[in-house]
């Protein structure tokens, strides 16, 4: 039997910190996957992204799609399929846009924790389904003292900010020079996060892709000496935001207790990995098992 989950029950559904923990255990622990196929047609991304681990296979078939915000759909649209490896049963079946959103977002508190996440002012660049995503799980995970966003469009900005009890900033630069954690969550094909208006000790962790999305200045990369990433072949394949590093270190070394040569800055960058995938898609049939009981 399947548990077929909608988008809000995947968001009724998740808990920040169990997933944190299953993140971090499928990175750790489970083999490597294939490299994810994925091709571009018409300005549009889709891929299809299989693992396996923790005791099943996990396959996420998702699309990025530019043009549908304009239109009144999600700019993520996929599915998330979770099948036991010894019969073959579809044990999941999930709205992987929510799930993307909960697993990205996760996976950069996870990513703050190794960096040293302290709370401070919280800046977000960008005011989208990611923004809101990375906001509900900081808030539930570790706090914020204050909170900082800014977007083009000023009235998703107050939209946001309202959400979450912060203010618009009035220009990135003053976003930027006030912030002591920075996340950015854009499609800019431009970088948002300016080296000269961040701060000593600041940490970023920026999650824009894929190419020709483009966040950080290489200067800004290059000033945090080390960067953290969740896999170097997707970051390094797909993005340019790795420009400037002198080294880069995945977020599953860092686990197993790899050290980054920090700058006076530290720095994240994701591009999606499909042992994520596996870690949403095993959290969501748990807590169905769990909550909802067996599926008829």
């Not at 029950?9 to 169990?18: I, R």
């Not at 490299?35 to 990025?64: N, Q």
């Amino acid at each position: 039997m399947t548990f077929k989950l909608s988008g809000l029950d995947v968001d009724k559904l998740v808990d920040v910190k169990s997933l944190m923990d299953l993140i971090e255990r499928a990175l750790t622990e489970s083999p490597r996957p294939p490299p994810r196929t994925a091709i571009e047609y018409l300005g549009s991304w889709f891929g299809v992204m299989p693992a396996s681990g923790l005791g099943y296979y996990v396959v996420k078939i998702v699309g990025v799609y530019p043009e549908n915000p304009g239109r009144g759909l999600p700019l993520v649209r996929g599915t998330l399929l979770l099948f036991d490896p010894r019969s073959g049963d579809i044990l999941l079946e999930a709205d992987a846009g929510p799930a993307t959103g909960w697993r990205t977002a996760t996976t950069t508190l996870v990513a703050l924790k190794l960096m040293g996440y302290g709370g401070g002012a919280l800046g977000i660049i960008g005011a989208g389904v990611q923004a809101r995503y990375h906001l509900e799980v900081v808030r539930r995970a570790f706090g914020y003292d204050k909170l900082l966003v800014y977007d083009l469009t000023k009235a998703r900005a107050e939209a946001l900010a309202k959400s979450y009890d912060g203010r618009v900033a009035g220009s990135l630069r003053e976003l930027l020079e006030a912030s002591d954690t920075i996340i950015a969550a854009t499609t800019s094909r431009e970088p948002v996060v300016i080296n000269s208006y961040v701060r000593s000790g600041a940490l970023v962790a920026s999650i824009g892709a894929p190419r020709p999305v483009r966040e950080l200045e290489p200067e800004l990369v290059r000033r945090g000496k080390c960067l953290l990433v969740d896999t170097r072949e997707g970051v390094t394949s797909e993005s340019d935001d790795w420009i400037g590093a002198e080294s880069i270190v995945e977020l599953s070394e860092a686990l197993k207790g790899a050290l980054c040569d920090w700058g006076d800055i530290r720095v994240y960058k994701s591009v999606g990995y499909s042992l994520l995938d596996l870690a949403i898609a095993v959290h969501l049939y748990e807590r169905s098992r769990s909550l909802l009981g067996a599926p008829s």
